[in-house]
């Protein structure tokens, strides 16, 4: 399940079924929301359609909802959300060295993944706790904020982001990557039909999802 956007207050969420490629459920939000989310999960099983797994992006709180089903992070937005905090750009060694193995994400597995996090964090220790004293306030802060909040969001996710490795028998994708192909597609359509109406522009949506 994902949402993609066409303006700042248009957007469409779906829900699409990886094993039968089907499109379950498509909603138009203003802004995507975890209650949003749950309420489709809830109308999909309404609906007698029996949900065993979610590949979902990393939004806060998300996680928690599903009770009994199993939640897999997509690993491509976890590498966004890293590519967000370290640049390509970025000179440090140790921001470059974290950014690098975020990108790995998806090509190896959780035993591997998890020792070369831990060895980064054991390398990089004094850095993460360095400080900085602002001269006018006193107060101290962390120097390497965005390393440290790319450090903890890989930390703080990692029990979501190998479960299609923990229950490989439901055949769980790693990444909401197939939904990101339609989302493309769809965007590319509508780019050929610039100045459509918003009623014109949800029709054109609507056929596409049902083709």
């Known amino acids: 399940m994902d949402t993609t956007y066409f303006g700042r207050k248009f957007g469409v969420m779906v829900f699409k079924d990886s094993l039968s490629n089907k499109i379950l459920l498509k909603r138009y ?28 992006d990393g939004r806060i709180g998300l996680f928690g909802l599903f009770d009994g089903i199993s939640i897999q992070m997509c690993q491509f937005h ?24 975020a990108l790995y994400l998806t090509k190896t597995n959780k035993v591997s993944f998890t020792q070369r996090l831990l060895q980064w964090q054991d390398k990089w220790e004094e850095c993460l706790k360095e400080g900085t004293v602002n001269p006018q306030t006193g107060k101290s802060n962390y120097t390497h904020k965005r390393l440290r909040s790319a450090w903890l969001s890989l930390r703080r996710n990692m029990p979501w982001l190998f479960i299609y490795e923990d229950y490989a028998e439901l055949m769980i994708h790693n990444t909401t990557n197939a939904l990101g192909g339609i989302f493309s597609d769809l965007k590319n359509k509508l780019r050929n039909h610039n100045g459509l109406s918003m009623k014109r522009k949800k029709r054109l949506i609507d056929g596409f999802f049902k083709a």
């Open 29 to 56: 939000v203003k802004y995507e929301t975890n209650q949003q989310y749950l309420d489709g999960i809830k109308e999909i099983c309404r609906r007698g359609i029996s949900v065993q797994s979610i590949v979902c």
């Open 78 to 101: 976890q590498i966004q959300i890293i590519n967000r905090y370290l640049t390509r750009k970025h000179k440090m060694p140790a921001a470059i060295e974290l950014r690098l193995l």
